[in-house]
């Protein structure tokens, strides 16, 4: 027979009762433990059985609960809303208890969503997402580029100016001004690469292609819903930032000062930095504002604004870069936001043949 020993030995001294030690049979402690815990489940038995014979407002009591529900909502409507939200039904309560919970979240926390969605639970939480997004009130349009994209960007050495645009100091014009050889530009139509300012009115784009050289630091979308930054300001403050990094590269071996000195006057803007140009919805005005500084614009597009391109005016060149040559490579080497990219970008090409000024068609060899 297993026994448990209690109290046998302490401080070295033996507890007895009645001369023998103290020892109790496992037995009857499993005894014990079960008529406890028969106790226990027989007293909960009997006060649900007394609820259920007792009713509440709603709780099964008929025609009578009916009433006295009735009764109480009415005595409620004078009252305060949490008074009434105890005299009536429970459900009744339990509703209203929700939609008060509800109102101590903000419009913030409403609108967050968790950052973990099972697979089978992304529908519905995109469903949701697009009710609250279509039935709140749009607010004033925010910035585009996050304090952390901002950061990531300055790293690169882009200047940033106002809230989408932003300039860098190409590596060709820092070539010319020491002499060396100048970019495809100079080669071919002869532009002096010192003087000529890389720039983009949008960071934004609409693909997130793999061979990007930008290691995709820059804000992602298919249409413009951001703040919108004057042109003329972009401009102004374009080159004037331009002109200031030149200033800076006096110090650099090897610049020739003629060449330092011209390049304080910007003759040529290349648009093809990070992020879509065509997608700033000012862009006419923006390329109008560099012409009237008798600067020459080169801007590339990825082809994915066909609209954008066929209304746009008269520039020095555009281009369409052309990534891939089938719509399924195209999918997986620029990784479009847009489902129909393939039917862009064919629109976009059959859009420069009637654009009646010089056009390129850009190709990627990956």
Known sequence: MWRVVII?????????????????????????????????????????????????????????????????????EGADADAAVHDVCDDEASDEEDEEDDSYYSDDEENQEPDIIDLEDMGEAMRESSTKSSGSKKGPPKEMVTPKQAAALKKEGYKLIGTHSAVKLCRWTKHQLRGRGGCYKHTFYGITSYQCMEATPSLACANKCVFCWRHHKNPVGREWRWKTDDPKYIVDEGVKTHVQMIKETKGIPGVRMDRWEEAHTVRHCALSLVGEPIMYPRIDEFLGELHNRHISTFLVTNGQHPDAIESLRPITQLYVSVDAPTPESLEAIDRPLFRDAWDRLRRSLRCLKDKGQRTVARLAVV
């Open 8 to 76: 046998e030995r302490s401080f070295g001294c033996g507890w007895t009762m009645w001369g023998r030690p103290w020892r109790v049979d496992m037995v009857v402690v499993l005894l014990l433990v079960v008529v406890i815990a028969v106790v226990v489940a027989v007293n909960k038995l009997g006060k649900i059985s007394e609820e259920e014979e007792m009713g509440g407002c709603c709780g099964g009591g008929g025609d009578e609960a009916e009433e006295s529900c009735a009764c109480k909502s009415e005595r409620a």
